[in-house]
């Protein structure tokens, strides 16, 4: 609730848009494991409750990602960042 508070004046823009005929708003890539909870709830949740499309990849491959994100045209994509030290 907090991100979809966070986005609505974006989010009523694109939705009002005439030149938006998807069946979603967005669509968004699920790539982190739905077993973690940032996959849980980044993913599964927050992008049902926002009605936006989920293409969800099996594995982590860097070209079918890429593949992906062009043929689906993907608009969210969520990572995360790992430290290395």
Not at 59 to 71: R, T
Request: net charge negative.
């Amino acid at each position: 609730m907090q991100v979809s508070t966070f986005e609505k004046v974006y989010r009523d823009t694109i939705i009002n848009d005439v030149r938006n005929q998807s069946d979603y708003i967005e669509n968004a890539l699920g790539l982190l494991p739905m077993a973690h909870i940032a996959g849980l709830v980044a993913i599964s949740h927050l992008n049902a409750y926002r009605g936006d499309g989920t293409i969800v990849m099996p594995k982590y491959d860097f070209e079918m990602m890429l593949q992906v994100i062009q043929d689906y045209e993907i608009n969210t994509l969520q990572l995360v960042c790992a430290s290395v030290r």
